[in-house]
C-alpha cells in the first residue's frame, strides 16, 4: 500500500522546519530530508526514522521492523506523530548525526 499525500503532509506540518524539510515520492513511498539529509522515510503511512544513536539517546523504546522488503529494520516514530516537539526532536538529531549529502553529479561529459 502506497502512502497518501495526506500522510506526508501530517508529517511535514507536525515536524514545522519550514524550508529545511523537504520530501521526495520514491517508488510509490517518501523519504523527508532535512538540510538535504535523508532522515526518515513514510512507507504504508507510517514514519520510520534513519537508524542511528539519536533514537537511542531520544526514543530507545520505538518499535523496529524493515520500511520497505529487503530493507534492515528502521525505528517505526509512529507513537510520536502527535507529540510535535518529541518527533522534531528525534528527526533534528538524527539530522546533526547523518553524512552531508554528496553533491550532485553533473550531466556534462
Known sequence: M???RDFVEY???QLALG???THRRMFGEYAFYVDG???AFACDNSLFVKPSAAVAELAPL???RPPYPVAKDHPV????????DALRALILRTAELMPPPKPARSSRR
Not at 516514530?77 to 510535535?84: I, K
Open 2 to 4: 502506497a502512502t497518501g
Open 11 to 13: 508529517v511535514a506540518e
Open 19 to 21: 524550508a529545511r524539510l
Open 37 to 39: 539529509k535523508v532522515v
Open 62 to 64: 520505538l518499535p523496529q
Open 77 to 84: 516514530a509512529d507513537e510520536l506523530l502527535d507529540d510535535a
